[in-house]
């Protein structure tokens, strides 16, 4: 997708890849430790997301949209490929495009 960023700097605005970053590491965390992990990491995301905002890198809609891409790809796909049919995914999103990879463990 093309779009500026805030500050017209280029058109790199969605996806934001820091906060997507921050976003599947929370998501983990929740799914395997439970909340006691999770919350923070969680309340960690957002202030990623808003620091981002903030310094008119992304708009909050970029934000909120790559946060739920990244946090619903690794709690609905990584973990349970994982555990039930050994198999490793992996989501790599550019401004050009996107990649999807599984791969199988023998």
Same mark, same amino acid.
């Given at each position: 997708m093309r779009e500026e960023r805030p500050d017209h700097s280029d058109f790199h605005s969605f996806p *934001?890849? !820091? !906060?997507? @970053? #921050? =976003? &599947? %590491? *929370?998501a983990f965390l929740w799914r395997r430790y439970g909340w006691e992990y999770g919350l923070p990491a969680f309340a960690a995301t957002q202030f990623v997301s808003w620091s981002r905002v903030q310094a008119d890198k992304h708009h909050w809609?970029? !934000?909120l949209a790559s946060s739920g891409i990244a946090a619903g790809y690794a709690l609905l796909v990584t973990t349970p490929l994982k555990k039930r049919y050994n198999i &490793? !995914? $992996? @989501?790599? =999103? =550019?401004? $050009? %495009? =996107?990649?999807?990879? @599984? #791969?199988y463990d023998f």
């Open positions: *934001s890849e !820091t !906060t997507a @970053l #921050s =976003a &599947s %590491g *929370s809609y970029d !934000t &490793s !995914t $992996d @989501l790599e =999103a =550019a401004p $050009d %495009g =996107a990649m999807v990879r @599984l #791969s």
